[in-house]
């Protein structure tokens, strides 16, 4: 008979007070605060190319608008694609030991970015496949919101949830923040290879391109060891592909998929294309100077959306926030030049970290409101059944919910890809982005009226 690992938790029973204040609430705590920052280091590795595509011609790369796009794009396509599957292989591998091995594999974009952007004769399909490979840190987070779902009671999921992903979408505004910075010195001396030489105004420069992706090595290898050995997996918390998709046969999946995508994709989108829409509508703006924003104020918003949610129930604030974002975009349209004149930055750059802080709080809402909706329904199914029974479906809405947690934010990833496709396409065919805000503005009108319809309206089916 093989002996337990130290590393499993045998007896995880979150929702009964006294285990809870005995240990269960410092173990989940332990492995929340190293979920963290390996999750933010996920984020960063995602956001890389959301920054360095704004200095590629700097380093010799030469490139057109609608390519860059692509290479902002393409980390959202491939990491949304990768989280339908990450979302469902908690519960077959445990938290701990995926969480351990995914944040290791991060390893492979970071090196790789830091060997390719030496060099600018780099094919732009080699940036293309290292673009892609991005894509394994948004598909972290799926991974780690199922992981951490289930460590908290149901009182706690939206605060824990919301500190998880919040204080891990940070890395979006640290890497917009840093890489400017460690790309503008010879950080790494030799070790990293020689810099690239440009001009501004006759005045010679350099710059370390490649200090993009090395910079972040040492701090994935850490984080990885500190999940293997810091971290648990929950026997309880064990499931196999069947059990966890029956959630494509529940209808509150799809929907809170289509809200998350308004919420957590505008996030992740946004975040994707701001720098380049900065750069080609106010081009005398430094770009890099600014960018971290708006990543900033979403991520800190996340856990107060949470927070809020806890008190005044996920799909209020989850309503207020669309029908907040819709005015916010009117608003970035008010402040874009037109027709080559006008135009605000100071406006341009007002409206849209409004507009970040409200995808903050809408992610923190959406995600407390799926455990809450999948509690509600299996309470309801064994209202007049057995103590056994009702504590059963306790258990199986905790695997729902968690597998729901991971598949949105699957879904939701994909904003990130159409949202700077979007500008994009909307730029090369009619010059201005107007037409992509446009769809953006349906987009959450719809948003608002499933909110309003299926959770906040007073005879709602399922009021949460």
Known sequence: MSTPSRYLLTKWEPENAAFWRASGQSVARRNLWISIPALALAFTVWSLWSVVVVSLDKGGFHFTKDQLFWLTALPALSGATLRIFYSFLVPIFG???FTALSTASLLIPAIGMGIALRDPSTTYPTLLVLALLCGLGGANFSS?????????????????????AGIGNLGVSVVQFVTPLVISAGVFGALAGEGQSYTVNGVGHS???????????????????AAWFGMNDIADAKASFAEQAVIFRRKHNWLMCLLYIGTFGSFIGFSAGLA?????????????AYAFLGPLAGALTRPVGGWISDRLGGARVTLFTFIAMIAAVFGVMASLPHDGAGGSFGGFLAMF???????GIG?????????VIFLTQKQRESANQSDAAKKQAQHDAGKESAAVLGFAGAIGAYGGFFI??????SMSMTGSPDAALWCFIGFYAVCAVVTWVCYARRNADMPC
Do not use: D, Y
């Not at 380049?276 to 890099?288: C, D, G, I, Q, R």
């Open 95 to 97: 938290g701990r030991r």
């Open 144 to 164: 780690s919101m199922a992981n951490i779902s289930f460590f908290f009671p149901k009182a706690e999921k939206g605060f824990a949830t919301g500190m998880n």
């Open 207 to 225: 710059i370390w391109l490649q200090n993009a992706g090395f910079i972040w090595v040492p701090f994935i290898a850490v984080a990885s060891l």
């Open 276 to 288: 380049l829409l900065t750069k080609a509508e106010f081009p005398s703006v430094n770009p890099t």
């Open 353 to 359: 970290i409004a507009l970040f802080a409200l995808t």
């Open 363 to 371: 992610n923190g809402s959406t995600f407390r409101m799926i455990p």
């Open 420 to 425: 700077p496709r979007g500008f994009g396409t």
